[in-house]
Nanobody, 126 residues
Framework: QVHLAESGGGSVQSGGSLTLSCVGSGDIYSGYVMAWFRQVPGKDREGVASFDSDKKINYADFAKGRFTVSRDNAKNTLYLQMNDLQPADTATYYC????????????????????WGQGILVTVSS
C-alpha cells in the first residue's frame, strides 16, 4: 500500500513562489515514477511534471522555465518549486506515483497512475 501526502500549498500573489512537497509512505521506493498534476474545477486534470525512476524529468509546456521538480529518494519525497506564479496557475495540485515502468511523458499524458494524494490548493491572486 502506498500513501502520498502533499504539503506546501497556499495563497500567493502574482509573481510569487511556492514549493510543494509530496511525501510517500508504505511500499513506495525509488523505482516508482512520481509526478505532479493539477486541476481546476470544471476542467480536466493536467500533467505538470514527472520524475522517472531513471531520473529523467518531463515538464508540461506551461511549466518549463518556471517550475522545477526534484526528488529525494532517501526521504521518499517529491518536490515542485514553482516560480513566477500567475493566476492561471491557481488549481488543486496532486502528487501521483506508479511503478509500471512507462515513461514520465506517457504518465503525464494519460494520467494512468495507481496512487494519488488528496491534493493541495494553490491560489494565485493578481
Amino acid at each position: 500500500q502506498v500513501h502520498l501526502a502533499e504539503s506546501g500549498g497556499g495563497s500567493v500573489q502574482s509573481g510569487g513562489s511556492l514549493t510543494l512537497s509530496c511525501v510517500g509512505s508504505g511500499d513506495i521506493y525509488s523505482g516508482y515514477v512520481m509526478a505532479w498534476f493539477r486541476q481546476v474545477p470544471g476542467k480536466d486534470r493536467e500533467g505538470v511534471a514527472s520524475f522517472d525512476s531513471d531520473k529523467k524529468i518531463n515538464y508540461a509546456d506551461f511549466a518549463k522555465g518556471r517550475f522545477t521538480v526534484s526528488r529525494d529518494n532517501a526521504k521518499n519525497t517529491l518536490y515542485l518549486q514553482m516560480n513566477d506564479l500567475q493566476p492561471a496557475d491557481t488549481a488543486t495540485y496532486y502528487c501521483a506515483a506508479d511503478r509500471l515502468g512507462y515513461s514520465g511523458t506517457w504518465y503525464l499524458r494519460t494520467k494512468q497512475l495507481k496512487h494519488w494524494g488528496q491534493g493541495i490548493l494553490v491560489t494565485v491572486s493578481s
